[in-house]
């Protein structure tokens, strides 16, 4: 059993605590100086830090841009200048996926081969993925897990409208099987040739001419993706190692 505490046996110990301050040729930075320091983001494009850390400041001179979640400011070396930066201490907004362009242009080429051949990619026999759609389809969207991270990518608006006026055809035949001749001269323009055949015609042609600048097949735009979500996920691990070394990183006083 531990020994009982009493006014004979217990004292008080005292700890030595380092404390750092940031200083200029020698003298404490002042609140008024820290202010002046230039506002830039620590974390590089590739998710590495832009320069060398030095510690964080427990001061908000912000209103708006402190009055949200906890945060740092961090102090760090650009070159030969002192920068500062506001750090979220939740590295998960740091963490989401960006935008892949590479996956928009696969899911527009299945958007197009379906639309003119029927082919499906995916395993479930599905002919798309996701398709939200109130009568007609408001967005295209391919969700899946690559390389363990999370994806959404989203076909463009010429996809979506290629798909529409198809599966708009394909309801106006289905219903011409059911109506006199006469009736199809209703839906016909001038020429004859239907508005809706026209307008499927029309809107194919421009997703074909979309996905053909691509210059790849829908398999090798797919190979592209892999790689595109591969890099990400090496930028978001190198991101979360940043983060981490923020993190760690000492507190500096400053001269109020």
């Not at 500062?84 to 996956?103: F, Q, T």
């Not at 363990?148 to 198809?166: E, F, K, M, P």
């Amino acid at each position: 059993m531990p020994p009982k505490l009493t006014v004979q046996n217990a004292e008080i110990q005292t700890a030595s605590v380092e404390i750092k301050t940031l200083t200029v040729s020698g003298k404490q930075v002042t609140l008024a100086v820290f202010r002046q320091l230039h506002r830039g983001s620590v974390f590089g494009e590739d998710g590495d830090l832009r320069g060398e850390l030095w510690g964080t400041v427990n001061y908000h001179p912000e209103a708006k841009e402190c009055a949200g979640a906890e945060h740092w400011h961090v102090v760090w070396q650009s070159g030969s200048e002192l920068r500062r930066a506001l750090v979220a201490a939740d590295p998960s907004w740091y963490l989401r996926p960006r935008h892949i362009p590479e996956g928009s242009r696969w899911l527009n080429s299945v958007v197009l081969d379906h639309v003119t051949t029927g082919t499906s990619y995916f395993d479930d026999g599905a002919a798309l993925p996701v398709v939200s759609r109130y009568n007609s389809a408001s967005h295209i969207r391919g969700e899946a897990e690559v390389h363990g991270l999370g994806i959404t990518v989203d076909a463009s608006d010429t996809a979506v409208a290629a798909y529409n006026a198809v599966m708009d055809l394909r309801k106006w035949e289905a219903r011409q099987e059911d109506w006199p001749s006469p009736r199809e001269s209703f839906w016909g323009d001038d020429d004859g040739i239907p508005h809706e055949r026209k307008r499927a015609v029309k809107a194919v042609a421009a997703l074909r001419e979309e996905v053909t600048a691509y210059g790849f097949s829908t398999d090798h735009l797919f190979e592209k993706f892999q790689l595109a979500v591969r890099s990400e996920v090496d930028r978001l691990d190198r991101l979360r190692q940043s983060h981490a070394a923020i993190a760690a990183l000492p507190q500096l006083f400053i001269a109020v």
